[in-house]
């Protein structure tokens, strides 16, 4: 493998990673629980939802393909090495700073507003080892807890992708299907590896030759939003349905699209803000991506 190849970036991949979390954070917008809702917008919500169910899937085959992409033909313990290094830096450091903050935030909601963040988790947010078994705190991280967990088991994927072809993943999928999905052990992750082992030089050839232009900092935009998404949607959607008390299909519609629109602002104005005044540790918080 030439060096241009293991820092070749896609230009395409950092534009759908824009649309996948702009996908995630309108997912996570949704209305839920609310009585005498306009049966209009449970039908324009189910058609959101139908169509953002594909947004984590594309997450981890992306993930998958993008760990791989860059595999000899024979990897070794040296190639495995350097990689859940840099994902200690890339993925543990940022899961772990962001449900600090999470955890933080749930606290001082406890403690001041408990009404204001539901409390999803009851008492057992605040127990030892919380985020790596249960949790994680800040809820919608349970990805990037998942993609730690398939990074660390990436060997044995490696195995199964390259001697037994698409046959293995195929086999994975109907046990995946089985145990009724996720997290059995990673299906779209290990697409995705398949596609960088077995596909790597079609792939890397149709990526190349898809010709577009991503936003600058792109990818770490993504990263930070969909870190740091969570908590503002679930605060803002409380204080809306507070303050409105939706009920007609216009008040609901509106709610739902403030509130998606409003944090996609306030997280974009935030990692703009945090990107000029601190870079360094703004690249810490993304990763590294800056």
């Known amino acids: 493998m030439t060096e241009t190849k293991t820092t070749q970036?896609?230009?395409?991949?950092?534009?759908?990673?824009?649309?996948?979390?702009?996908?995630?954070?309108?997912?996570?917008?949704?209305?839920?629980?609310?009585?005498?809702r306009s049966e209009a917008f449970d039908f324009l919500t189910r058609g959101m939802m139908l169509i953002t169910e594909a947004c984590v899937p594309l997450f981890f085959i992306i993930?998958?393909?993008?760990?791989?992409?860059?595999?000899?033909?024979?990897?070794?313990?040296?190639?495995?090495?350097?990689?859940?290094?840099?994902?200690?830096?890339?993925?543990?450091i940022p899961y772990l700073i962001a449900n600090a903050f999470a955890f933080v935030c749930y606290w001082l909601a406890h403690r001041f507003a408990p009404d204001m963040i539901s409390g999803f988790f009851g008492d057992d947010w605040n127990k030892p080892f919380f985020i790596f078994w249960t949790?994680?705190?800040?809820?919608?991280?349970?990805?990037?807890?998942?993609?730690?967990?398939?990074?660390?088991?990436a060997p044995l994927i490696y195995l199964l992708?390259?001697?037994?072809?698409?046959?293995?993943?195929?086999?994975?999928?109907?046990?995946?299907?089985w145990v009724g999905g996720s997290p059995w052990y990673n299906i779209w992750f290990t697409i995705g590896a398949w596609v960088a082992?077995?596909?790597?030089?079609?792939?890397?050839?149709?990526?190349?030759?898809?010709?577009?232009?991503?936003?600058?900092?792109?990818?770490?935009?993504?990263f930070f939003v969909y870190l740091y998404h969570y908590i503002p949607i679930i605060s803002l959607k409380k204080l809306?349905?507070?303050?409105?008390?939706?009920?007609?299909?216009?008040?609901?519609?509106?709610?739902?699209?403030?509130?998606?629109l409003l944090v996609l602002a306030l997280m974009t104005g935030?990692?703009?803000?945090?990107?000029?005044?601190?870079?360094?540790?703004?690249?810490?918080?993304?990763?590294g991506k800056l």
């Open 240 to 260: 809306f349905v507070y303050l409105i008390e939706p009920q007609s299909f216009i008040s609901l519609t509106g709610t739902y699209l403030a509130t998606a």
């Open 9 to 36: 970036r896609y230009p395409f991949l950092d534009l759908l990673k824009v649309f996948l979390t702009i996908g995630i954070v309108f997912r996570h917008a949704e209305l839920v629980g609310l009585e005498g």
């Open 161 to 177: 992708v390259r001697y037994t072809r698409i046959w293995g993943v195929l086999a994975l999928a109907a046990v995946w299907i």
């Open 197 to 222: 082992v077995c596909q790597g030089n079609n792939a890397d050839k149709l990526l190349s030759k898809i010709h577009c232009e991503a936003p600058l900092y792109a990818s770490a935009w993504s």
């Open 63 to 92: 993930s998958g393909f993008l760990y791989f992409r860059n595999v000899p033909k024979k990897a070794g313990v040296d190639f495995f090495w350097k990689k859940t290094r840099n994902r200690f830096f890339t993925l543990l």
């Open 135 to 153: 949790g994680p705190v800040n809820m919608s991280l349970w990805f990037i807890r998942d993609l730690i967990i398939a990074c660390l088991v």
């Open 270 to 287: 935030l990692f703009i803000v945090l990107k000029e005044i601190a870079p360094r540790v703004t690249g810490v918080l993304v990763g």
